[in-house]
């Protein structure tokens, strides 16, 4: 009699983790087709697309049509950055869709900071010259360890000056 007993609860258990897997996917397939028609509808704005592998139900993609800061009274001296986990800018470089360039430029930003660029000593000429149209400053960190990983760079309109 036990046995038949554990194994109804068995059962009861397996059918409501299944409805509630069920519930999940139906909700993060609602969020996929809710962020496809965002991208449909703005096709010169790529990187408004949520990539994530495990994207939570509250997150918002970024667009920066909404979602831009209202604009400074005139006169006032601001800079403009961009950061950005880039998990390898080379890789990023090479997509045909996109271009940092053309994000970095179309926002209007002053400085970009890549993180994770994972580049080697040896590329940073070839990479400057995909994202030097108009940034003519830069400073670059790769790595010298492990080559190919983690790394940084600056990209900037301004000048820096080091004191």
Not at 13 to 29: D, F, I, P, V, Y
Not at 116 to 127: P, R, S, Y
Not at 128 to 157: E, M
Request: hydrophobic residues 35%; charged residues 25%; contains cysteine.
């Amino acid at each position: 009699m036990d046995n038949e007993s554990s194994g109804e609860e068995i059962k009861e258990t397996n059918s409501s983790t299944r409805s509630e897997a069920g519930k999940s996917l139906q909700k993060m397939t609602a969020l996929a087709l809710m962020l496809m028609a965002v991208t449909m509808e703005k096709k010169d704005e790529p990187w408004t697309i949520l990539a994530h592998k495990k994207p939570q139900e509250d997150w918002k993609a970024y667009n920066p049509m909404t979602m831009r800061p209202p604009p400074l009274p005139e006169g006032t001296m601001s800079i403009k950055i961009m950061t950005w986990n880039v998990n390898g800018l080379r890789a990023l470089l090479k997509l045909e869709s996109f271009s940092p360039l053309q994000l970095a430029q179309r926002e209007n930003f002053d400085v970009l900071c890549f993180q994770e660029a994972k580049i080697q000593v040896k590329d940073v000429e070839e990479v400057k010259k995909a994202l030097s149209d108009g940034y003519d400053h830069s400073f670059w960190s790769c790595s010298v360890s492990k080559l190919g990983y983690s790394g940084t760079a600056i990209i900037s309109r301004v000048r820096q000056e080091c004191a």
